[in-house]
């Protein structure tokens, strides 16, 4: 087995689980916060908002690290989807295949249907100016967006970074978004696809 098969092969979950503790425990050493959202607001910065909205008016060489995280990040996703893809669209559970189905939405089982990352039946192009597609990306995107600031950070930030440093405001933003979650596969998607 070469070292790129190594690579690309599914790993077991402990081992992400105990990257991110290694990190948590790096950035609680070195007093740094961790979220993908506080990149935004550097970039903002970085553009010179703090003009103009004063929560922009911050010193954004502090959260540095933060942007070559993303940009890493980024670089990453491209290097593993054009190199190191699987040759298969992802797996996902049964039961999971089964409810999509009944909204509408098949899971892909050869990859040139699709990878299933994003569902055809939602970001395909010919779907692109349905009511659907434009809740979903729109409406979602400024959900999205309004929800991180209002919630003082990101998913990441708060699930991992705010758990490990123990912070009430980050479990209860956790709780809310295992309930969002819920909400939203549940209530919102079935009604959502008969639109």
């Known amino acids: 087995m070469n070292i790129l098969d190594f690579i690309s092969q599914p790993w077991h979950w402990s081992v992400s689980g105990l990257g991110i503790a290694i990190v948590m425990l790096l950035l609680l050493i070195l007093g740094g916060r961790f979220g993908v959202s506080s990149s935004f607001s550097a970039l903002c910065s970085i553009a010179g908002a703090g003009r103009k909205i004063a929560y922009f008016n911050s010193d954004w060489r502090k959260r540095s690290w933060l942007l070559l995280f993303v940009g890493g990040s980024m670089i990453g996703a491209y290097i593993a989807s054009h190199f190191m893809a699987s040759d298969a669209p992802v797996q996902i559970a049964q039961s999971t295949i089964n409810d999509l189905a009944q909204i509408g939405v098949i899971a892909p089982q050869q990859l040139s249907e699709g990878a299933g990352f994003?569902?055809?039946?939602?970001?395909g192009l010919d779907h692109l100016g349905s009511t659907r597609t434009l809740v979903f990306v729109i409406v979602g995107g400024l959900l999205i967006g309004f929800g991180?600031?209002?919630?003082?950070?990101?998913?990441s930030g708060h699930a991992i970074?705010?758990?490990?440093?123990?912070?009430?405001?980050?479990?209860?933003?956790?709780?809310?978004?295992?309930?969002?979650?819920?909400?939203?596969?549940?209530?919102f998607f079935p009604f959502l696809f008969n639109l």
């Open 161 to 187: 970074s705010g758990l490990a440093n123990l912070q009430l405001p980050s479990l209860v933003a956790v709780i809310g978004f295992f309930i969002g979650g819920l909400l939203m596969t549940h209530l």
């Open 118 to 123: 994003m569902p055809n039946e939602i970001f």
């Open 148 to 155: 991180t600031r209002w919630a003082g950070g990101c998913t």
